[in-house]
């Protein structure tokens, strides 16, 4: 194979599977029950932020694994089946930012003996923990944790494009789009719109977004 093909091959492959690497550590240790946590829809104007806790059997590696971000949707459907048909445990928990996290935890149907957590760590948990910046991109359970999460809030938000019509939301997940800034000026906020935000307030008061004067802003999870 050339080095043309040789690209192609690499770029075919798709994004880079978080190994287990942290988790073997522990499972080596006698730790048999490590959680990976992680959260989405902390950046969207509407919808709730959602946290997921997924526990795998000691020695589980999954290939195509990875931050919920680089992955396509269908990619993150069938991942998530198969993430909940190998884990012995998955919660999920909603609130803000990292009371989502420990509620997802609280969630398990185990008591985890450590928590793999993406960004920071979780305030008041009884258990041993370490936090890792862009954990989902690297940490098995982490990444795990985020598909699950993302699938799962996804089906929410299209849940709620039926609730809500004309927002867009199964198009745009809540996020900031334009088209989602026009539905706020000419609808007002649903009762799911997140009113605390600045571009929330300004649609509603028919304003424009400076935000979105440099095109669509659809923030990641």
Do not use: N
Not at 22 to 41: K, N, P, S
Not at 95 to 124: K, M, S, T
Not at 129 to 153: E, L, N
Not at 157 to 167: H, K, S, T, V
């Amino acid at each position: 194979m050339g080095a043309t093909g040789a690209r192609r091959a690499k770029r075919g492959r798709g994004p880079a599977t978080a190994a287990p690497h942290l988790e073997t550590l522990l499972w080596r240790v006698g730790i048999r029950h490590v959680a990976g946590v992680d959260e989405v829809g902390m950046g969207p104007l509407a919808g709730p932020v959602v946290a997921a806790a997924v526990v795998f059997p000691p020695g589980t590696r999954l290939d195509g694994v990875a931050d919920s971000k680089v992955l396509t949707a269908a990619q993150r459907e069938r991942l998530d089946v198969e993430i909940r048909r190998r884990a012995v445990g998955v919660g999920l928990g909603y609130r803000a930012g990292l009371a989502a996290c420990r509620r997802a935890v609280e969630a398990l149907p185990l008591v985890p003996g450590f928590v793999l957590v993406d960004g920071r760590e979780i305030p008041d948990l009884p258990m041993p923990q370490s936090a890792y910046p862009k954990g989902d991109a690297f940490v098995c359970s982490i990444a795990a944790a985020s598909i699950v999460a993302k699938v799962h809030r996804d089906a929410i938000m299209r849940a709620l494009d039926g609730r809500y019509p004309g927002y867009g939301f199964a198009r745009h997940m809540g996020y900031s789009t334009r088209a989602h800034f026009a539905a706020i000026r000419t609808l007002g906020p649903s009762p799911v719109h997140r009113r605390s935000f600045a571009p929330v307030r300004a649609a509603a008061r028919g304003e424009a977004d400076p935000q979105l004067a440099l095109g669509p802003v659809l923030a990641a999870d």
